[in-house]
């Protein structure tokens, strides 16, 4: 709730931006960072500036700007570079309103600078509590800001959502998301402004969270409406109405500890039909056997909602995938377009799930126009003339282990994809892969290392791969694609000057021409790349910015993926420009060599297994399931002296200030005995 002191600091905010405050007599289009619905509606007007997240409400991440262009993308290079003072993922899209851009940096902090120079103007610090990091999955990430009639919005890692002065980056309001602050909550998507609201929703269903969407008054921080994804009790209560039949589609022993359904990413907006599109997220527990014994689609799970933006009531929802058991979210990116389909003109949303499918929605119905595979899957034959995907044996595990495609990873995860509506396609940072899915418990998240070999021997798949994929919506078919080395790469920017600009996890900035894939530029930035490029323009030079910082969940692994291990992983925001310089490579980092002996240690093998379960659910998250990870120190090269003191960094937290929380609440001196003996085991292995 907001207190007294906030509604002051708020009111004292709007004074400031009255005539004869600090801003001047300027007309509301002159004033620092004044974006609002109008100006999102009608970005195409003011081509220089990046309003919102996907920069407008329709999220198609296609510039009209072209003064960087296929003729003369060669003369590309550094305009300006700044340090984001992180060494993990960056995942932000900056937001560029009349020269100012914002962004964000690792742990929710905020940064304004000048978009010309690169001068940072503030830095604002939610200074979130370093242990909440054992409450994420996937990194210490921030997908970036909203920017609205002055201000600027940031979810944190720990669930508050702050008002920020777009002037000065002082706070106007702050509030607390979060339902429930015990259980493993976080935010990391990028707030959107629709019609003076605030829409943010959360992540956490690897951890047993209920889903759920908030709407907060802009001006004031007051929470104008919730809308909940799943129920949280077969009785009830039912916040929302939708819940009253939602419940129906689970079965009456169903786990309500959680059930997920987290909105954690995407969103979009119709300002003529006046919906409000958001994706949510997968089940949790994963196997829906475990989470709904007696079946059931469990709505609204990996599901498509529209909304309205002014109640949060439903008018539609499409689920992508029924009884989801794979981690398949509907979080992904939805692009709004208008598409001749047959003879027609539609009005339609599309989405590349994590499973595997490219869907084409009619959005004002919600009816589905057409769904084919952009990847490799065999989880799901086809979806069916009624739209609802029609699941295969091979990915049916409960009475067996199946490997299933796509992988936990998704076929596409949330990089964002760009539509370029010259060309008519739509770019899909996607990758093939495949996931060991298991009932046992203690196999889940392990890619199934027990029977792997087994799993595979009669299956026909394709190798792990990354790719840009250029997809006709239209037809539902490939156009080209280029194959990447590492799976795990960034979004993608389309432009009027026929370009597709895309980073990768090899530390290069490629750009390709958007009609047929073709290489014209591809600049080594000696730091791996999730984030998405954007463009805009100061004084009628037009530039490309991208965030450089590898990162993400610790399932992913270093092939492909040089830039890392030459250069570590130093953040920085990259700006380039036509007729720019060089961009200087990170310092060398001394290579990581063999695995050194570890100290002596004695368990049997009976607590060397019992660590090996306690680290695949406390630790591996983070540290890789195999003590090792691209972006976090290699537990295996633990020094003696580290050692020594690994109770005090496991259970008592001493190293909580660099984001390792003590876990002295769950864990007890015999677990973590027990880890470090699967830890010391791990490094004999690499011995051989
Ligand atoms: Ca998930």
Known sequence: MLTRLTLIIAAIAVAACQPGGKHGTAEPSQRLAWVDGARIIQANAEPHNWLAHGRDYSEQRFSPLAQINSSNVQRLGLAWEQSMWSERGLEATPIVVDGVMFTTSTWSRVIALNAASGEVLWQYDPEVPRGWAKKLCCDIVNR???????????????????????????????????????????????????????????????????????????????????????????????????????????????YWAGAGGTAWDSMAYDPELDLLYVGTGNGSPWPAYKRSPGGGDNLFLASILALRPDSGELVWHYQTTPGDSWDYTATQHMILADLEINGRTRKVLMQAPKNGFFYVLDRESGELISAEKYVFVNWASHVDANGRAVVSQAADYRNEDKYVFPSAAGGHNWHPMAFHPGTGLVYIPARDAGWVHSIDEDKWFTLGANNLEALLADLEYPSDSGYLKAWDPQRQQLVWEKALPNIWNGGVLATAGDLVVHGTAMGDLLVLHAEDGRELQRIALGTGVIAPPMTYAVNGKQYIAVMAGWGGPAFNTL???????????????????????????????????????????????ETIEQGRQLYVFNCGGCHGMYGSTPMLPDLRRMSAATHEIFDAIVLDGVLEPRGMAGFGDSLSKEDSFAIRAYITELARQAQD
Not at 561 to 584: I, K, M, S, T
Request: hydrophobic share 40%; aromatic share 10%; charged share 20%.
């Open 144 to 254: 970036g800001v909203a920017v609205w009639q002055g201000r600027v919005y940031v979810g944190t890692l720990d669930g508050r959502l702050i008002a920020l002065d777009a002037g000065d980056g002082s706070p106007v309001w702050e509030v607390d998301t979060l339902i429930d602050r015990d259980k493993w909550y976080s935010i990391t998507g990028a707030p959107r402004v629709v019609k003076g609201k605030v829409i943010i929703g959360n992540g956490g269903a690897e951890f047993g969270v209920r889903g759920y969407i908030s709407a907060y008054d802009a001006n004031s921080g007051e929470l104008n409406w919730r809308f909940y994804t799943v129920p949280g009790r077969a009785d009830g209560p039912f916040e929302n109405p939708e819940l009253a039949w939602a419940v129906k589609t689970w079965s009456n022993d169903s």
């Open 559 to 605: 092939a492909g993926n040089e830039a890392l291990l030459q250069y570590g992983n130093a953040g920085r925001l990259l700006v380039f420009a036509l007729d720019g310089g060089p961009v200087p490579l990170p310092a060398a980092v001394a290579p990581r060599g063999p695995v050194p002996e570890p100290p002596p240690l004695e368990a049997s093998a």
